[in-house]
């Protein structure tokens, strides 16, 4: 059996490489569109598993990001051109972009050194926040980019907990341990004898959203008092001075 978690080039290889061998996935992405199975409900080859909602949630973190930096006018996307879905993504994230009225920047980082070219063009464009684009090799690298994103202050979202308590300033994502139970459920069901063909792939995914409050007071932002009632989480709470009496809150609380 091959094991393939939160990576459609990895399942898209695998599924080229055997017809026989059963591939159990949990990905972000949709498996039909992706080529991966024929429809959620019926397979129809060797591969199934789970999947949940992240490359669709794109348009929903500029969404947020707009929100929390109520005065960008220019925002940036890093996507990286490796990526079966960056093209894709970029289209979708262009559009809704012009739907909230700004202007969206796309950067491209396949590599550690693009990654420090691309902040370095960040700040060029004066772009006033930054999109991370799903994808393995940032996911690998989350820390990183929190890292460089508070060094060039900017306020960042990205998909996983762990880039917001590395110090970017929000997450929102499914939580991918869900992922991780379900192909445990699947490889026991397929090592009894069940064919991955009639297995339906499940979809996924309780949504999250990860704030660290330490980070907003350290690029000089209030977060809006919605965001903060919606949040599933609040990283690093230090005070926050309310600057919008009706739509800000302020919180104290000792590190």
Request: with cysteine.
């Amino acid at each position: 059996m091959i094991v393939v978690p939160d990576s459609v080039v990895t399942a898209r290889a695998a599924k080229a490489a055997t017809s026989a061998i059963p591939v159990v996935f949990a990905i972000g992405a949709d498996p039909v569109k992706s080529g991966l199975v024929k429809s959620l409900s019926r397979p129809g080859g060797n591969l199934t598993g789970g999947a949940r909602l992240n490359v669709e949630l794109e348009p929903k973190r500029l969404q947020m990001l707009c929100e929390l930096v109520p005065t960008a006018r220019t925002v940036a996307l890093l996507v990286n051109p490796a990526n079966p879905n960056a093209e894709a993504s970029s289209k979708d994230m262009a559009a809704a972009a012009r739907s909230l009225g700004i202007a969206l920047h796309v950067l491209k980082a396949s590599s550690d050194r693009d990654l420090d070219l691309a902040f370095g063009e960040l700040d060029s464009v004066g772009a006033a926040g930054l999109v991370i684009a799903p994808d393995p090799f940032f996911i690998g690298r989350s820390a990183r980019l929190a890292e460089l994103a508070l060094a060039h202050r900017t306020p960042a979202i990205f998909q996983y907990r762990e880039f917001a308590a590395a110090g970017g300033l929000a997450s929102y994502a499914g939580n991918p341990m869900e992922g991780y139970r379900l192909i445990g459920f699947y490889i026991a069901r397929i090592l009894r004898g069940e064919n991955p063909a009639d297995l339906p792939v499940q979809q996924y995914g309780k949504l999250e959203l990860i704030i660290n409050l330490n980070t907003a007071k350290r690029l000089g932002l209030t977060i809006p008092r919605h965001l903060l009632i919606a949040a599933d989480e609040v990283i690093e709470i230090d005070e926050v001075i309310e600057s919008h009496s009706d739509s800000c809150m302020s919180f104290a609380c000792g590190a």
